[in-house]
Nanobody, 122 residues
Framework: QVHLEESGGGLVQAGGSLRLSCVYS????????FAWVRQAPGTEREFVAA????????NFADSVKDRFTISRDNTENTVYLEMNTLKPEDTAVYHC???????????????WGQGTQVTVSS
């Protein structure tokens, strides 16, 4: 079994920051890639950011580039999403996803967490 669990969501004012965490377990995850994907009510899931197994290769959606940072600590089996200068349009459930795929195509990821709610108020 592969398990991913997100945490760190909450309510924040526009312009504020949050740090999300995704703890993964169950298999040999050290060489797997991970992504953050978000979904607002009534919308499809949207790619946010991805990080490869080394932590040196990353991708960001244009909407979050220069505001969000993705990182990982393989010794702690954790992937992070540092979100800065948050905007109301960032409000969504943020999911962690993983697998051998690296990129923006959501269908490429095999494992998904249940998500953590991020709400940004004006």
């Amino acid at each position: 079994q592969v398990h991913l669990e997100e945490s760190g969501g909450g309510l924040v004012q526009a312009g504020g920051s949050l740090r999300l965490s995704c703890v993964y377990s169950g298999r040999a995850f050290a060489t797997y890639n991970f992504a953050w994907v978000r979904q607002a009510p009534g919308t499809e899931r949207e790619f946010v950011a991805a990080i490869d197994w080394t932590g040196r290769r990353t991708n960001f959606a244009d909407s979050v580039k220069d505001r969000f940072t993705i990182s990982r600590d393989n010794t702690e089996n954790t992937v992070y999403l540092e979100m800065n200068t948050l905007k109301p349009e960032d409000t969504a459930v943020y999911h962690c996803a993983g697998g051998q795929y690296f990129g923006t195509y959501l269908g490429g990821y095999l494992w998904w967490g249940q998500g953590t709610q991020v709400t940004v108020s004006s």
